[in-house]
């Protein structure tokens, strides 16, 4: 069964998000957004839904719309989505070692980049325009600058702490 599947969809849901924006086709990628905010990615009936409730789209054109742009995810996100950098200068200064720790800690491997119980999941990027703080990991929007191993480590202990105390 795929994580997927698991996912309830709440179609009440997905319909206030389409009348929110008047169930507008220009509004689309505003749509996925908010899908994407609810579900934290795109699951694939959702996009069939807005494809047959919207008139003038089709679900292909919404899932084309949906893996055009890097924002949106097809594949479920974890709770805490670390992106880890891997631009020159956090390639240089170490931002392998760092993602080991992470996969390791995380225990990712195989393509797999969110983690079983849905907490964390892992994406390297190009860049995130903080080259002077390389090597840069950041966490739910939050930025680790000067990151090791090490310290990758302790980071990412303080929340499995934190989410254990509830």
Known sequence: MTTESQTKIDYSKVDEIINAYSGKKSNL???LQKVQE??????????????????????????????FYAQFSLDPKGKYEIKVCDG???????????????????????GKFTTDNGLFSLE????????????VV????????????????????????EEKEG
Do not use: F, W
């Open 124 to 135: 390297t990027v190009s860049c995130l325009g903080a080259c002077g703080l390389a090597p």
């Open 29 to 31: 990628i505003a749509m």
């Open 38 to 67: 609810t579900y934290r990615y795109l699951p694939i009936d959702v996009m069939t839904y807005i494809g047959t409730k919207i008139e003038g789209l089709s679900p292909a054109t919404v899932y084309g719309v949906a893996t």
């Open 88 to 110: 020159t200068a956090c390639h240089v200064r170490g931002s392998m070692p760092v993602l080991r720790a992470i996969t390791t800690k995380l225990g990712l491997k195989d």
């Open 138 to 161: 950041v966490i739910n929007g939050k930025v680790y600058p000067q990151m090791t191993a090490d310290a990758i480590n302790v980071v990412v202990d303080t929340i499995i702490n």
